[in-house]
């Protein structure tokens, strides 16, 4: 639980719009860019092959769309053939458009977790 705590007050810092170590990004960057930046940074602490994955998703007759970026890891059994594979995955905001610091939180230390563990 104690791992959860200090990941939840990573995440407070980085919802912390004046806080002046966020990140090392061009000023014109969206705090969307800045969360996917930080988070990408922990996964690569647990040497895990990082990239993005950007979405467009509009629907015109309806007038919305929605569009972001899902930042992933992956980590690489240290035995096998490399075809097996699990997908954890979390939402940044929640449906009242919070920033889901809980889930955010858990999926890192289960990140860290599986990454130290040897199945």
Same mark, same amino acid.
């Given at each position: 639980?104690?791992?959860?705590?200090?990941?939840?007050?990573?995440?407070?810092?980085?919802? /912390? $719009?004046? %806080?002046?170590?966020?990140?090392?990004?061009?000023? *014109? $960057?969206?705090?969307? /860019?800045?969360?996917?930046?930080?988070?990408? =940074?922990?996964? =690569?602490?647990?040497?895990? =092959?990082?990239?993005?994955?950007?979405?467009?998703?509009?629907?015109?007759?309806?007038?919305? &769309?929605?569009? &972001?970026? %899902?930042?992933?890891?992956?980590?690489?059994?240290?035995?096998?053939?490399?075809?097996? $594979?699990?997908?954890?995955?979390?939402?940044? =905001?929640?449906?009242?458009?919070?920033?889901?610091?809980?889930?955010?939180?858990?999926?890192?230390?289960?990140?860290?977790? *599986?990454?130290?563990?040897?199945?």
């Amino acid at each position: 639980m104690n791992i959860i705590r200090a990941y939840r007050a990573e995440v407070d810092t980085w919802i /912390d $719009a004046d %806080n002046p170590n966020l990140y090392d990004l061009p000023s *014109f $960057a969206t705090y969307d /860019d800045r969360y996917a930046e930080n988070f990408e =940074k922990i996964l =690569k602490s647990f040497h895990l =092959k990082t990239g993005y994955q950007t979405y467009d998703l509009s629907e015109e007759r309806f007038g919305i &769309g929605v569009n &972001g970026t %899902n930042v992933y890891g992956i980590l690489r059994a240290p035995r096998g053939d490399a075809t097996e $594979a699990i997908v954890l995955s979390t939402s940044w =905001k929640t449906v009242e458009g919070e920033i889901d610091i809980g889930g955010v939180s858990l999926l890192l230390a289960l990140a860290g977790y *599986f990454r130290r563990s040897s199945f």
